[in-house]
């Protein structure tokens, strides 16, 4: 079942890495690829342990926090799309066979989805210097309207309800209570998934 829910989560955020280089192609063009398919390809398919150079090796919530800051030159989406799949490797701790006695933490798994949620907040509301978005994703602030895409919003909700979906089947199987979280997406900070 995790392995079953790891590979649709990597599936919807490779999704949501083309959704967004196609919006943003600019982006794919700074980090050297020569197509939106290699620029994705390199994010997934490269055997890099979610550890680029071109990120100083960052991963996790580092990754996500420089994809988002004002004055990072370099390939937004990379960073933003390897700060969420390290940040969901690491839930599942760092593996991607699972066995009938593997454990996973339900904790680490909570924590990501709600990472998952303020990171989709940021995106759609982080803002350069003159104010203008860093990514185009969902027209901010107008999801009925002409510009809008729902298709990002789909996509972070398939993968913030199957990160949800395991994390209560694990509390339920490891008789451990998760602890839950509220904040304030505009004041959230990211929780830890160690």
Not at 20 to 29: D, S
Not at 57 to 76: Q, T
Not at 104 to 132: C, H, M, T
Request: glycine residues 6%.
């Amino acid at each position: 079942m995790a392995e079953s829910h790891q590979q649709q989560i990597f599936a919807s955020l490779r999704r949501l890495a083309v959704k967004l280089y196609k919006r943003n192609p600019r982006e794919w063009r700074k980090s050297g690829a020569d197509s939106l398919e290699t620029a994705v390809a390199r994010i997934f398919d490269e055997p890099h342990h979610w550890r680029l150079e071109t990120l100083g090796y960052r991963r996790d919530l580092d990754a996500l926090r420089v994809a988002l800051h004002p004055e990072f030159r370099g390939d937004r989406v990379q960073a933003y799309v390897v700060g969420l799949g390290s940040m969901v490797q690491t839930a599942f701790g760092d593996r991607e066979e699972f066995y009938v006695l593997d454990a996973l933490a339900a904790q680490p798994l909570y924590n990501a989805a709600r990472n998952v949620e303020i990171a989709a907040w940021k995106l759609a509301s982080a803002r350069d210097e003159r104010g203008e978005l860093l990514l185009l994703s969902n027209q901010a602030g107008d999801v009925t309207g002409p510009g809008a895409n729902l298709s990002f919003e789909r996509e972070f909700g398939r993968v913030i309800g199957l990160l949800d979906a395991l994390a209560d089947v694990v509390e339920e199987q490891t008789e451990r209570t998760v602890t839950r979280v509220v904040q304030n997406l505009a004041t959230a900070v990211f929780l830890p998934v160690h």
